[in-house]
């Protein structure tokens, strides 16, 4: 088979930034609206053009993107409030009504869930849980009121996030948008497409995701999500997937894919279990869901997540669907000269990254490394270090990496307060902001001098 073309955005030398759209909410107020708009317009004097976000779902108490209780909603803190409204009632009722294939069950189980004083789905009484119609007819009845304002608020959100999308094609700028492999247990697809998971009679996860002992955790990470029914999968000839990507198409020009190393094998951890040591690889059907893919959605511009136990089937994967990787630059320093984190060691089909959301910010990361693992780095860059992390930045720009991307602390050179998550920690993360009058024009003229001087802008 061979490899398909690659699209306008991964197929060019681009520079972009890592800032997720929450962090633009400051002062009480909403990020779709003057501060994305100013951000968006930032990039492009910098000469950036790409803006790489994470999910824009909504949220519980943890504040996590990656713990969706819907990947196709917005998360409505995120709304510019003092916009007016995008249209009069029929247009809200259009749009209601096109959208209807994934709205009607995302505003209804909301509904539910707070008609339910927020438990679980499973613990619903019985006729909601397992979806009876007459009952959901009833809750439809009953809690109108609530699923038409979580509708208008939805409403709002796509019409605003389109508006943005706009601006940002006409700045030049490109949206990277980020797909967590896995949902929440306690989310509309579990209780919708209650089949395509591994749940018990009572809709509780059998088993959960995680990943075994690496970088980041020494027990591993137990994450906690359900895990896929991959042989309901393939029978249903991958749906699920099918609709999911091609609705964050509708919303994004590229479109990462947290954890793909799931798609080749995934760790299985028995549910109950507190630390993720004792779990398992099994194999998922990787070729066949990402053939679908290729024949169902072949406009669609995919980057694979594929940090952490990368094997050779995981690599031979990614090629085999032309999909670029990630590296990052902090990972590596171990000593080893032909670490595939060092910039000698890239290859164009890759996003290069300083760190990502999940690291520590740069300056962070080396004011915390030990006298001998800075002296590396020093040693590696000829660098003092009060240089180093410029000089860091710069390796990852010029890297013949077909993307760079920067994380919005190291451009200003933020240390470890501005740390946006902590892998392994529920609470806490992910609470910096940005304020976007720190990106100055002074600033963007050295970054559009970067940009240009290592060809990703013309």
């Known amino acids: 088979m061979s490899a398909p073309a690659r699209g306008p955005v ?19 107020e909403g990020a779709l609206g003057w501060r994305a708009r ?13 803006w790489q976000l994470l999910p824009l779902v909504p949220v519980d108490a943890s504040g996590s993107p990656y713990w969706a209780r819907s990947d196709r909603a917005g998360n409505p803190a995120l709304l510019d409030r003092d916009a007016p409204d995008p249209g009069n009632e029929d247009d809200f009722e259009a749009w209601r009504a096109q959208q209807a294939g994934w709205l009607e069950d995302y505003v209804l189980f909301e509904a539910l869930s707070a008609e339910q004083d927020g438990r679980p789905w499973w613990q619903w009484p019985l006729p909601l849980r397992d979806r009876k119609p007459a009952a959901l007819a009833d809750a439809a009845r009953r809690l109108k009121e609530p699923i038409r304002a979580a509708a208008r608020a939805q409403w709002r959100f796509d019409m605003q996030w389109r508006a943005l999308r706009e601006h940002a094609a006409s700045r030049g700028v490109h949206l990277f948008g980020d797909l967590p492999i896995y949902v929440a247990p306690d989310s509309v697809a579990t209780w919708v497409y209650r089949d395509q998971f591994q749940l018990d009679v009572n809709g509780e996860p059998r088993a ?11 027990d591993g990470q137990l994450w906690g999500n359900p895990l896929y029914d991959w042989e309901a999968h393939e029978r249903d000839g991958f749906s ?4 999911r990507l091609g609705l964050q198409s509708e919303r994004f020009d590229v479109l990462r894919i947290d954890h793909f190393r799931g798609f080749e094998a995934f760790w299985e951890v028995p549910a109950g279990s507190r630390t993720a040591r004792g779990g398992r690889w099994c194999k998922a059907p990787g070729h066949a869901l990402l053939s679908k893919v290729r024949a169902e959605l072949p406009q669609l511009e995919l980057v694979a997540e594929d940090l952490g136990v990368i094997t050779d089937e995981v690599i031979e994967l990614r090629k085999r669907f032309a999909l670029p990787g990630m590296r990052v630059l902090q990972f590596g320093f171990d000593g080893n000269n032909r670490n595939p984190h060092l910039p000698h060691m890239h290859e164009a ?3 290069a990254y300083t760190g990502t959301h999940d690291n520590d910010t740069t300056a962070g990361w080396y004011a915390s490394l030990s006298p001998e693992m800075r002296d590396r780095v ?20 010029s890297s013949v990496a077909g993307m760079a991307v920067l994380p ?11 740390r946006l998550n902590r892998p392994g920690t529920a609470m806490g993360n992910w609470g910096w902001r940005l304020p976007v009058e720190w990106l100055t024009a002074p600033l963007a003229a050295q970054f559009r001098e970067l940009n240009q001087l290592f060809g990703r802008i013309d």
Do not use: K, M
């Open 378 to 397: 020093r040693r590696f860059l000829a660098r003092p270090d009060h240089e180093v992390l410029h000089a860091l930045v710069r390796l990852v720009l």
């Open 38 to 50: 100013r951000f968006i317009d930032w990039l492009a004097e910098a000469g950036f053009t790409v």
């Open 349 to 351: 089909d890759i996003v």
């Open 240 to 243: 699920f997937w099918l609709r």
């Open 208 to 218: 959960v995701a995680g990943v075994p002992p690496d970088y980041f955790a020494e």
């Open 408 to 418: 919005a602390q190291d451009l200003l050179g933020l240390g470890s307060e501005a």
């Open 10 to 28: 991964l197929s060019q030398r681009r520079a972009g930034v890592l800032l997720p759209a929450s962090s633009l909410c400051t002062d009480g």
